[in-house]
């Protein structure tokens, strides 16, 4: 069973989602920026390889304009090395990637128009998943897309559109349920008529349920639509995001709920793709706690999370000191960790985490930066300070914040 994320790797500097201006499209600009995407795109993978984070879903980003019909260069065959690498690395370290268009691209739309862009990008997600020459378990996930007024319609026009895309898309093509519109039985429906996998999301079901909510028994029937040449069945978790709108995703996985969930499926072996806000942290949390980790491993996450539950609860943070000297393990640790980050803000423990992050540069610092951060913290502008804490920690290279989860909120 891997464990996986989308598209942002949160703990490294590494990034695929470097764009262009449309009005600034040039064929140059455009070999420089998808140089750059894969250049990062190979240093992610192998951030994900030692971290044992073995599924990932690559950014629609990462060859800006790819479908876009401003875009006819010919970037798979200038770029042919490079993807013939990264694909050799994913292959070699037994990685699964995947793809996600986004929202607009409705397969199933009544205009023509529409229809047409959906195909390109269709296409362009299937070019460049076969560039990299991984096989068909590399996956790209579609929504059924619109109700329309009438949801056998708009299902059956999903159905004859995807009969237009070619042979390699419709292998690559899974579809999953959403929060609105097609529930997981009318998926499954949908499954049936083209025979292509369906991706179950756990969090998009609670918001749209079908009629049968027994969770084991749906696995059943989405497993069923997984042959041995796609993989193994891929999930979709998250929590649902508190006081938001309906389906949105948690900013973190609650650690205690995706251990009762991966217990639950575990008969199934599927991948489960995280859709969460922080990424990879959640991947890494989860790896550790349900396939084990030692403490060292522990210690080095430790430190990396100290001033962000710091900044919650100075409580927390003690208790996560203790723990992190025991032997209690990855569940002890990161559900207390939870507890903390679900906390409401505390202004008190906001600013003494601030004089603690202060206290690599209260050496160092210029007069005058010394004057900006307390007048900061004087005006009661605490996000302000923190911002400023970080121009410093670039400035004097203070590696171990910049490593750290500290800034990422920002």
Known sequence: MRIGYACIALGTKHSTNRRLLLKHFSEEKFIDTLALNLKDLIEILKYNVKNNVRLFRISSDIV???????????????????????????????????????????????????????????????????????????????????????????????????????????????????????????????????????????????????????????????????????????????DAAAGKKLGAHSDFVITNNFKEFYEDVAVYRPDIMLEVKDKDLSALKCIHVMEGTDKKILQQQWAKYKYVVMEKSYRHYKECSSIIRTEKGPLAFYSRIDEALSLPEDQGSYGNTLEHAWSYFKHKATLKEKSSFFNFKKSGDLIKAKKFLRRLAKKYKEEYLLNSYYFLNL
């Open 64 to 238: 800006p304009f790819g479908s876009h019909d401003i875009n006819d260069v010919p970037w798979a065959k200038i770029f042919q090395q490079e993807l013939n690498e990264i694909g050799q690395y994913i292959k070699a370290n037994d990685l699964r990637v995947s793809m996600h268009p986004g929202q607009y691209t409705v397969l199933n739309s009544p205009k023509e128009d529409v229809v047409i862009n959906a195909i390109r990008d269709v296409e362009y997600h299937t070019a460049f998943l076969d560039a990299l020459e991984v096989d068909y378990t590399s996956k790209i996930v579609l929504h059924i897309g619109g109700v329309y007024g009438n949801k056998k319609e708009a299902m059956e026009n999903f159905i004859r559109n995807f009969h237009r895309l070619s042979a390699s898309a419709k292998k690559r093509l899974i579809i999953e349920n959403d929060e609105r519109s097609f529930n997981i039985q009318e998926v499954l429906s949908v499954s049936n008529a083209i025979h292509i996998p369906v991706v179950f999301d756990i969090l998009h079901h609670q918001c749209n349920p079908s009629m049968s909510e027994e969770v084991l028994e749906i696995l059943k029937e989405v497993n069923a639509t997984w042959s041995s040449l796609d993989g193994a069945m891929k999930l979709h978790y998250s």
